[in-house]
């Protein structure tokens, strides 16, 4: 990756759906904006992001009225956090293992730390996700 300075991005949103857009959007402009990112450390942030943020719309109690999505992009990493002012949830992150191939559902976190170098969670106000993936 070229040498690029640390450049950052956020969107807010209130509805989880629209917010999910939103999301997308800005990550096809930050690869405009930042074109040296690997499309492979591109592909596996925005798996980690998309997971870790559906769950945040489809399974926050009680519903938030606000979420927050904020990016950091460097050199040597590619960072967000993702917020919202739902109640804490109630998913053990480091329990967080790939479910039996026959499972519904329970892909989205193992997914996510997969993907990533660092997944922390922290419930201070609200739901805090921070994810970090290394570059070179």
Not at 53 to 76: C, I, K, Q
Not at 93 to 116: C, H, T, V
């Amino acid at each position: 990756m070229t040498a690029v300075p640390s450049l950052t991005w956020s969107v807010i949103g209130q509805a989880g759906l629209e917010w999910l857009t939103q999301i997308g959007e800005t990550l096809a402009q930050i690869w405009e904006v930042v074109p040296g990112v690997p499309e492979d450390d591109r592909l596996m942030f925005e798996v980690a992001v998309f997971e870790v943020a559906g769950n945040m719309v489809e399974h926050s109690v009680p519903a938030p009225t606000w979420y927050h999505f904020e990016l950091d992009v460097n050199r040597s990493r590619l960072r967000a956090v993702l917020r919202d002012n739902a109640g804490r949830t109630t998913v053990p992150l480091q329990a967080a293992r790939m479910p039996d191939e026959m499972a519904d559902g329970g892909r989205g976190l193992p997914l996510a730390k997969s993907a990533l170098d660092i997944l922390e969670y922290d419930a201070a106000e609200g739901n805090c996700w921070t994810l970090v993936r290394l570059l070179g």
